[in-house]
Structure formats: C-alpha cells, structure tokens
C-alpha cells in the first residue's frame, strides 16, 4: 500500500469502534461544560505541542480508550510527574472523566474526543511519547469481526513511530485469543522488544477495576503485554 502523503486525510474503511449514544449523567454534563474548555483538547488536523498543552516539560503517555476513566484518573494521581493524554471517541466517557479529574484536581490529564488514528497521524508528532496505553480494547469476539480489532501490525507500526526509542507500549485484554493476538503482532514487529517471556505481570501502576477483579474472583484470565522501542 503506498503511503498517505503527510497531511493529507487517511480514510479508514474499517473502525475498532461504534459510536453509541450513550446517556450523559448531570454530573458528567456539568463537568463537560465546566471543564472541558481547559483539560478537553479540540482535535485538528495540525500539530499538537503536548509541552505547551499541559504547561510543562515532563514525560507524555498517551491512553487509548479510556472507557470512564476510572483507571486514567488513579493512574495519574499516582503519578504526578508524568502527563496523560486521553483519547476516547464516546461522550458520556468523556463527561465522566472530566468529573474524576475535577474530583481530584488533577493537573496531568488532557483528553481529546476523536479517532485515535487520526489523531496519531496528525496532531502527535514521530518520537514525542514517553508511553502508551491500551487497557481493554473490544476484543470483537466475532471471527469475522476480528478485521475490526484495534491491535493489527499497521496500526501497532503507526504508534511505534510515536514513541521516542525506550518508550514503551503497554496492553492488557480479559480474552485469551486476542491476548495471543496481540502477542504475535508485537513480537513481529522488529522495533520493539519484549520485557518479559511472553506476557508481563500487571505492573504495579495499573489498577484493577471492579470489572477486572469481579473476573479474576470468578477465575478469568488478564494477560498484560510490556514491550519497548529499541
């Protein structure tokens, strides 16, 4: 496939997403209203400066598909020092994070409500992240649903070439036949290398959420993936 010449448009035939029309508690609309001016990024198709977008110069990881943000706002309370950026194409996601981040008074976080792959092409910049995270994304159980899957080795290329070299990528799914999957893409792709013999133990930043630790209790499996840029 020949390349999209830089700053032209990359249409995707293929989503890993379907936008719902989920319902917005009052909480979540009233911090979208309040807060999204400062901490919610409008998408454009230019690049972003992350250093003046958060006001600092400090180690940038971004975060696909943050669901409620209920891990996003623990992790950057624990870690001050570092700023996340957020990624999340559906609304009531977004509310409910810009609430957590008022709650909190966070200072680290910045969301933007938009394709993650449009965004990686054009707003972040080639080497400008320190990490990235992609907790739980549709596994799409489906066979013929897999084309839709988030991890495929275009897309894990794409965000390799964000990543500054030592950065690393972290994943982590509760289904067994996308954990191989996603294991097999990475270990593939030759500019990345693994942390561990195979899967990684959860590092210790990652929180359980209730939905995790209700299928750990009940026997589930969650198979997290560490690998870094050479």
Same mark, same amino acid.
């Given at each position: 496939?020949?390349?999209?010449?830089?700053?032209?448009?990359?249409?995707?035939?293929?989503?890993?997403?379907?936008?719902?029309?989920?319902?917005?508690?009052?909480?979540?609309?009233?911090?979208?209203?309040?807060?999204?001016?400062?901490?919610?990024?409008?998408?454009?198709?230019?690049?972003?400066?992350?250093?003046?977008?958060?006001?600092?110069?400090?180690?940038?990881?971004?975060?696909?598909?943050?669901?409620?943000?209920?891990?996003?706002?623990?992790?950057?309370?624990?870690?001050?020092?570092?700023?996340?950026?957020?990624?999340?194409?559906?609304?009531?996601?977004?509310?409910?994070?810009?609430?957590?981040?008022?709650?909190?008074?966070?200072?680290?976080?910045?969301?933007?409500?938009?394709?993650?792959?449009?965004?990686?092409?054009?707003?972040?910049?080639?080497?400008?992240?320190?990490?990235?995270?992609?907790?739980? !994304?549709?596994?799409?159980?489906?066979?013929?649903?897999?084309? $839709?899957? #988030?991890?495929?080795?275009?897309? =894990?290329?794409? @965000? &390799?070439?964000?990543?500054?070299?030592?950065?690393?990528?972290?994943?982590?799914?509760?289904?067994?036949?996308?954990?191989?999957?996603?294991?097999?893409?990475?270990?593939?792709?030759?500019?990345?290398?693994?942390?561990?013999?195979?899967?990684?133990?959860? !590092?210790?930043?990652?929180?359980?959420?209730?939905?995790?630790? $209700?299928? #750990?209790?009940?026997?589930?499996? =969650?198979?997290? @993936? &560490?690998?870094?840029?050479?």
């Amino acid at each position: 496939m020949p390349e999209t010449p830089e700053g032209a448009a990359h249409p995707r035939a293929i989503r890993s997403y379907v936008m719902r029309a989920g319902r917005m508690g009052t909480g979540q609309q009233r911090a979208l209203e309040a807060l999204g001016p400062h901490y919610l990024i409008p998408y454009a198709p230019t690049p972003l400066d992350l250093n003046a977008a958060f006001g600092r110069d400090a180690p940038k990881v971004l975060e696909i598909g943050f669901g409620m943000g209920q891990a996003s706002a623990e992790i950057a309370r624990q870690q001050p020092e570092t700023d996340y950026l957020g990624i999340e194409v559906h609304t009531p996601g977004v509310g409910a994070l810009l609430k957590r981040i008022g709650e909190l008074n966070l200072t680290n976080l910045r969301l933007i409500q938009h394709d993650a792959v449009e965004v990686l092409h054009h707003r972040l910049a080639e080497s400008s992240l320190d990490g990235v995270h992609i907790f739980f !994304p549709d596994p799409w159980h489906k066979k013929r649903h897999h084309k $839709r899957r #988030l991890i495929q080795p275009e897309f =894990v290329r794409l @965000l &390799v070439s964000r990543l500054k070299p030592g950065g690393y990528l972290h994943l982590a799914t509760d289904w067994a036949e996308y954990a191989e999957q996603m294991l097999a893409v990475l270990s593939t792709e030759p500019t990345l290398a693994n942390t561990a013999d195979g899967y990684a133990p959860r !590092p210790a930043y990652r929180p359980l959420t209730k939905f995790e630790q $209700r299928g #750990l209790n009940l026997g589930h499996g =969650v198979w997290d @993936l &560490v690998f870094r840029r050479r």
